[in-house]
T-cell receptor
């Protein structure tokens, strides 16, 4: 059973370009989460999605960032007009349906390292 | 609201000696607590979780953690460190029925031969 798959593993963009990060959850998992990790810091929650629905986007910057989890295909985290401060590791996690992280722990992918030149 | 404080940013131990990673949490409800490990350039792997059952929780790779409500602590221990334990460790809290994880700042463990 494949784990959470993220691609690309590394992404380099110039300032002003768009970055698209993809996440395929584990088989049977319908909940997807995105986290950002800045250098030397812990992970910070960005957004929680279920199929075709954004459940909690309280950690998403108000501008330039968007996320989707369509009925078919992977979840996409999109960053428009990237800036140097967007350089970070972006992690996706998934979990099966259920009552909260306590009963359904999140499984993490290996992350996408985004570098902005 | 919830928060997590990991008291040591770096811990250095000799192989074969005990490891103690300290974590204190703040939560307005009975939380779920987790320890995750992150090896370089990899994702996070769940070591163990506490969800209001037994206060002493055993995890993978010989790790265990004890939930102490009176001290709002959830320290991680291992009796004997192995070289493969060198990694970064995160203490994490969530609301019992919530899905948003709140991470501590991490503790980087160095294991000396």
């Amino acid at each position: 059973n494949a784990g959470v798959m993220q691609n690309p593993r590394h992404l380099v963009r110039r300032r002003g370009q768009e970055a698209r990060l993809r996440c395929s959850p584990m088989k049977g998992h319908s909940h997807v989460y995105w986290y950002r990790q800045l250098p030397e810091e812990g992970l910070k929650f960005m957004v929680y999605l279920q199929k075709e629905n954004i459940i909690d986007e309280s950690g998403m910057p108000k501008e330039r960032f968007s996320a989707e989890f369509p009925k078919e295909g992977p979840s996409i985290l999109r960053i428009q007009q990237v800036v140097r401060g967007d350089s970070a590791a972006y992690f996706c996690a998934s979990s099966p349906p259920g009552q909260g992280a306590g009963s359904q722990p999140q499984h993490f992918g290996d992350g996408t390292r985004l570098s902005i030149l | 609201a919830q928060s997590v404080t990991q008291l040591d940013s770096h811990v250095s131990v000799s192989e074969g000696t005990p490891v103690l990673l300290r974590c204190n949490y703040s939560s307005s409800y009975s939380p779920s607590l987790f320890w995750y490990v992150q090896h370089p350039n990899k994702g996070l792997q769940l070591l163990l979780k506490y969800t209001s059952a037994a206060t002493l929780v055993k995890g993978i790779n010989g790790f265990e953690a004890e939930f102490k409500k009176s001290e709002t602590s959830f320290h991680l221990t291992k009796p004997s460190a192995h070289m493969s334990d060198a990694a970064e460790y995160f203490c994490v809290v969530s609301a019992p029925a919530g899905n948003k994880l709140t991470f501590g700042g991490g503790t980087r463990v160095l294991v000396k031969p």
